[in-house]
Every structure is written in structure tokens, then in C-alpha cells.
């Protein structure tokens, strides 16, 4: 309508924000647990290629980091042209990748299908599907993202039995076909994200060209009526704005001021951390049961087990962040899930038997599924659905170092000392310091949140009273010296003064 035309439109919290939810928990699910499944198929073709595992290990690899890697190239992508056309487009990509891939002859042409196309594809997928829920949902964000992470355990439950039957049935190459296949579910689930505000932002960019036109034109015609020895500068000012309008579309697509910004250096800081120690324990979990003498079908249940407890504590974790006693101080509650995290795997070595690592495997999946459903909550409340955006493209592409390197160290160590306990330690004890460390930053923040809102608004309120009493006397007086001779103009002035403050 004519009438809000100039307003943004506020999200709904509701209605087809719930459609956009569930395109986010296919395409999330996909781009989480679709490099984990894949490790099904890696011993056929470590020995269709004559490779070493830690060749084919690296397929995997280059998957996760270009997933992680290519965030700030999908936020850009995201701002330009919106989250629909971008999802649509990283499906087609992991699609062309999968199908790619059951023609190779060689394994670098596998990391090139599997790893950097399809990966990329994967990226495309995960930012604007976290990006569109903070624009539809406000109060009930964290259930939103909590329903929508919890996509993740849920694919890997389903593509696990999944891909074992089509690896029995169809050999790898056929199956890469029909994954190829269902990855292009993610153009469906990319078509559900309808933009919010298209006539309005429209409507916008429609009136700012309009006056960049027109200012322009003025410039122009300014500077052919001013002399020639006055051009020179004139030149240098418009070379000099040129400049300047480069470096703001850089930072229009990239916000690099967010590190000037107190709490997302703290968030990065510990997530950073955090990562060395996130995905190893779930990576070394089967073959550390298996090392104490587990059969194979036991070890590769306790994986579904983490994945069931994963699924049910994503949710779950979105409706206790979303209550009144926690949404306010939601970072604490980050802090405690890193912490709680770590906890259970210091505690790991201590398990004995299966059944140990059943306990083990369900307080893993808890702890699990409460980071999971908080890591993007906690980064829009610190930075706001604003600059939102190039937070999680700045944040993936520095997570994205440590989570590679996190699988390798654990791996050297158990080659190291030829035990799992120290690998489960490190981890541990890497994610206990990690969530210390942003228990006690986030404190921090918050009392300095606090003192610059107190002295902001006694700097404030004395000034705006002092100015409005001073504006009084000054009316009064003026009123006063002026006769009755005077009465027009004191009506007029009366008039200018109400139309001032109107505007």
C-alpha cells in the first residue's frame, strides 16, 4: 500500500516464516551431514583408485573447508541478490557435482567434483538458509533455529542406512548418480524462501538512483560553469569520492568494521578455539569403539544413538533460549553448552564397555545439539539481523582453518601414543577453555554494555532539559519586551516554532 510504502516490514514470527523453516532444515541437513555420509563409500574407492585412506580422507576434507571456507563468497552473494536465487544455485551446484563425480577416472578429479563443487554448492546452501530465518522470525528466532538445525542429525540418521543400501545395490558410481538426484531437493527447498520487503527495497533503490542522477547532473553542470583553473581540484575531490564509493560496495557486501565490534571479537575468539575440538570426537568415535573390541554394527549404532539424542536436543535447547529467564543473557548459555561439551569428553576415557560409550554417545548428543542450536542465535543477538550477514560469512571463513586441523591433530596424537584417551582429552580440554573463556568475556561485555548505556543516558537527559527550558526563557523574555503591536508577528513566530518542531 501506498501508505507503508517507505516502512520495512517487520518479521512475522509466524505464518510462512514455518515453510521457510522447513527449506532450512533440508538445506542445512544437507550441507551438515551429506560430507559425514560420504565416508560410507571411501574404502570401494580407495581400492577402485589404489589410494591410501589418508588420500581419500582428504575428499571429505576439502568438502568441509570449502563448505566453511566459501561463507563471506555466499554472504556476498546473499546481499546482492537474496537468499532464493543463491540456495536455488547451490543446489544445481551439488547436483552437477554428485552426478560429476560418477565419471571420474581419478581421484583429483574427485576432489575437484566431490570437494570443491559440491562443497561449494554446500556453502551456497548453509548461510542464506541461517540468514532468511533471522529476517522472518524475531521472538521466536531461537525456536525457529533450533527446528531448523535440527536438520542436521536428522539427514545423517537418514542418509546413513541410506547410502549403504545404494552402495550394495548400485557400486559408488551409481549412487554418487542418485545422490547427485536428491541434492537438487535443495533448489525446492531454496524456492521456499520468499524475500521479505522485494517492493520496498524497490521502491528504495528506485528513489536513490533518482538522486544520484540528479546529483550528478548538478556536479556536471557545476563544473563546466566553474573555470578551468578550478577544475583541477574539482577532479581530485570526484577521484577521491570514486575512491571511497569502492571501498563502501567492499564493505556494503563485507561489514570489516564488525571487528571493531566488542563482541563479536569475543565470539570469534572462542568459536575459533572451540573448533579445534568440535567434530574429532565424532570423527574417532566408531573406530575407538572398535579399537576395545566393539563389533561393528554396536559401533556404528552409538553414531544414531548421538544423532536420535542430537535431533531431540536442537529443538528443545531453542525453546529453553527462547524463555524469559535465559534470552537475556543467551551467551551464558553458549558458554555453559561449549563447557558442557568439553566435560563429557574428558570424561569419555573413563567409560568402560559398551555401555560406557552408550552413556558416553547420549550426553555427546545432548551437549551436541545444544552448541549446534545456539552457534547462530548467540552471533545475532551480539551483532543484530543488520549485520548479520557478513558475521557468519567472516565467521566460517576463520572457523573453517581450525576445523580442519582439529581431525589431523587428533589423528597424529592416537598415532602418537597409540591410544584414543588423548585425543578425547585434548578435545576436552580444548573446549573446557573455550567456553571459560567466553563465560568470562561475555561478563565482561556485559558490564561494559551496561556502563555505556548508564553514562550515554546521563549525558543525555541533563542536556535535552537544559536545552528545553533554556528555548522556554528565552520565549518568555521575548514575549514580554514585545507590545501588542507585535501580536502578527508573534503569531507567525508561534507557527515557524510548532513547524520546526514537527519536523
Not at 536465487?85 to 551446484?93: D, E, H, M, R, Y
Amino acid at each position: 500500500p501506498p501508505g507503508t510504502a517507505g516502512r520495512a516490514p517487520g518479521p512475522p514470527d509466524g505464518g510462512w516464516g514455518w515453510m521457510v523453516v522447513f527449506g532450512a532444515f533440508v538445506s542445512i541437513g544437507f550441507a551438515y551431514a551429506f560430507p559425514k555420509g560420504l565416508a560410507i563409500f571411501f574404502k570401494e574407492i580407495q581400492d577402485f583408485f589404489g589410494t591410501s585412506y589418508s588420500e581419500i580422507a582428504w575428499v571429505s576434507s576439502i568438502m568441509l573447508a570449502t563448505t566453511y571456507g566459501a561463507g563471506p563468497i555466499s554472504s556476498i552473494l546473499v546481499n546482492r541478490y537474496g537468499s532464493r536465487p543463491v540456495v536455488i544455485f547451490g543446489g544445481l551446484l551439488c547436483g552437477i557435482g554428485m552426478v560429476s563425480a560418477a565419471f571420474c577416472t581419478s581421484i583429483l578429479q574427485l576432489y575437484i567434483c566431490v570437494g570443491f563443487i559440491t562443497g561449494f554448492g554446500l556453502a551456497l546452501n548453509l548461510q542464506p538458509s541461517v540468514i532468511i530465518i533471522g529476517k522472518y522470525f524475531l521472538k521466536r528466532r531461537p525456536i525457529a533455529n533450533g527446528l531448523a538445525m535440527a536438520g542436521s542429525p536428522v539427514m545423517l540418521c537418514t542418509l546413513a542406512p541410506l547410502n549403504q543400501f545404494l552402495f550394495d545395490n548400485f557400486g559408488w558410481r551409481g549412487s554418487f548418480l542418485i545422490l547427485g538426484a536428491i541434492l537438487l531437493h535443495c533448489c525446492v527447498a531454496g524456492a521456499l524462501f520468499r524475500p521479505i520487503g522485494a517492493a520496498t527495497a524497490s521502491v528504495k533503490t528506485q528513489a536513490i538512483e533518482e538522486g544520484k542522477d540528479a546529483l550528478k547532473e548538478e556536479v556536471t553542470k557545476d563544473a563546466m560553469e566553474m573555470s578551468s583553473p578550478m577544475n583541477v581540484p574539482m577532479e581530485t575531490k570526484m577521484e577521491e569520492e570514486g575512491g571511497k564509493d569502492c571501498c563502501e560496495k567492499i564493505n556494503q557486501y563485507l561489514d570489516f568494521s564488525l571487528f571493531k565490534h566488542r563482541g563479536f571479537l569475543i565470539y570469534l575468539i572462542g568459536n575459533v578455539l572451540m573448533f579445534l575440538g568440535f567434530f574429532a570426537p565424532i570423527v574417532f568415535l566408531a573406530p575407538y569403539a572398535k579399537h576395545i573390541g566393539i563389533d561393528e554394527y554396536s559401533a556404528a549404532f552409538l553414531l544414531s544413538i548421538l544423532a536420535i539424542v542430537d535431533m531431540i536436543a536442537r529443538p528443545t535447547t531453542g525453546i529453553v533460549a527462547n524463555s524469559k529467564w535465559v534470552r537475556p543473557r543467551i551467551q551464558y548459555f553458549f558458554s555453559f553448552s561449549i563447557t558442557f561439551n568439553g566435560a563429557c569428553h574428558l570424561l569419555c576415557p573413563l567409560a568402560s564397555g559398551y555401555t560406557g560409550l552408550v552413556v558416553y554417545s547420549i550426553f555427546f548428543g545432548l551437549a551436541f545439539g545444544m552448541v549446534c542450536a545456539m552457534l547462530f542465535e548467540t552471533l545475532m543477538d551480539l551483532v543484530g539481523a543488520a549485520q548479520f550477514t557478513s558475521a557468519v560469512g567472516l565467521v566460517t571463513i576463520a572457523e573453517c582453518c581450525t576445523i580442519l586441523l582439529g581431525p589431523p591433530i587428533g589423528g597424529t596424537l592416537i598415532d602418537t601414543f597409540g591410544d584414543y584417551k588423548y585425543m578425547f582429552i585434548k578435545c576436552g580440554a580444548v573446549m573446557v577453555l573455550a567456553g571459560t573463556f567466553l563465560f568470562i568475556m561475555n561478563y565482561y561485555n556485559y558490564q561494559m554494555l551496561a556502563k555505556e548505556k548508564e553514562r550515554k543516558a546521563k549525558e543525555e537527559d541533563p542536556k535535552s532539559v537544559r536545552t528545553e527550558n533554556e528555548d522556554r526563557n528565552n520565549w518568555n523574555k521575548e514575549t514580554v519586551q514585545d507590545g501588542p503591536e507585535l501580536e502578527p508577528l508573534r503569531e507567525e513566530r508561534e507557527g515557524l516554532k510548532k513547524e520546526v518542531n514537527g519536523t
